[in-house]
């Protein structure tokens, strides 16, 4: 990947990390289940009226919001809301990348260097020391969730690399088409008409500002901005160069999560998380690309090109 293109990647990681800020203050004033139908119905809405089609197959459209906008909140959304916290969640569900490759070498034949599959192990290995150092804290259905949202995310970025298109934007606006109404309908059957008026009656007073202010933030910089950078950098390169720059997530996660929430970070996940930004900088350094580059020339050469 350019240098320019790994920056790009960077910036999301930022926007999502401080994500999980704004998505805990949003579930303070909405129940998780009916808090992912509002935030993709506000998309939804623009959509529909304003957006146009971004021009590719409706199966991949469908996988994509039924992968990153359905399966992805439903689990994280969740998880939060039973406790876990938002600098470590941000981190399990960072189990996305090693997802990504695996099922993008499974499923669109694209290959897993030793450089690759070595860096995203060393990260992996970081999510785990994090994982067993507080995974069991707050028991093991929350964290579990969040890992079932990791899972969404991924087959999100299959979807929507194979989707292909010239309009990453349109695309993520018309994927939020998708979610909204089994979310809805889950919702109201889980958390019930009487909690779901109540948090929107409540939401018109000052108290509940904090949560406005978040779920725009969740809407505009952690959908439409970070996903639309994401989903054009997934047509432009392999789900397997892209995903694991999803790994440095946790890093601003944890930071925003100390400063804002006061969770202070463990020495044990300190080193996990330093783990994890050595394996995404090895399998992404200059030195794999240049050899990678090598060996493209090499094999031009045998081929008499």
Do not use: C
């Amino acid at each position: 990947m350019p240098i320019r293109h790994m920056l790009l990647a960077v910036v999301v990681a930022v926007l999502w990390g401080f994500n999980f800020i704004a998505i805990h203050f949003a579930l303070e004033q909405f129940p998780p289940l009916f808090l992912v139908a509002l935030r993709f119905v506000i998309l939804a809405i623009p959509a529909l009226l304003f957006v146009p089609w971004p021009g590719v197959k409706v199966r991949y459209l469908v996988g994509y919001g039924l992968g990153f906008g359905t399966l992805q909140f439903f689990g994280l959304f969740l998880g939060m809301a039973a406790g876990f916290p938002a600098g470590l969640a941000s981190l399990v569900l960072q189990a996305s990348a090693p997802f990504t490759v695996l099922m993008g070498a499974l499923l669109l034949g694209e290959k897993i260097t030793g450089r690759r599959a070595v860096g995203v192990g060393v990260a992996v290995i970081g999510l785990g020391v994090v994982g067993l150092s507080r995974g069991s804290a707050d028991g093991w259905v929350p964290f579990l969730l969040v890992v079932l949202g990791a899972f969404g995310w991924a087959l999100g970025n299959l979807a929507s690399r194979k989707a292909q298109t010239d309009k990453p934007l349109s695309l993520v606006m018309w994927m939020s088409v998708v979610p909204p109404l089994p979310m809805l309908a889950v919702a109201l059957m889980v958390e019930g008409p009487q909690q779901i008026g109540d948090s929107l009656v409540s939401s018109w007073s000052l108290q509940a500002l904090p949560a406005w202010t978040s779920l725009a933030y969740i809407v505009v910089l952690g959908t439409v901005v970070g996903s639309g950078i994401w989903v054009w950098l997934m047509r432009r390169h392999p789900a397997g160069a892209v995903a694991p720059f999803s790994m440095l997530v946790p890093i601003f996660g944890v930071l925003s999560a100390w400063l804002v929430l006061n969770q202070v970070p463990t020495l044990v996940e300190l080193a996990g998380g330093a783990l994890v930004i050595t394996g995404v900088l090895w399998s992404n350094s200059r030195r794999g690309r240049l050899l990678r580059r090598h060996r493209r020339l090499a094999h031009d050469e045998q081929q008499g090109v």
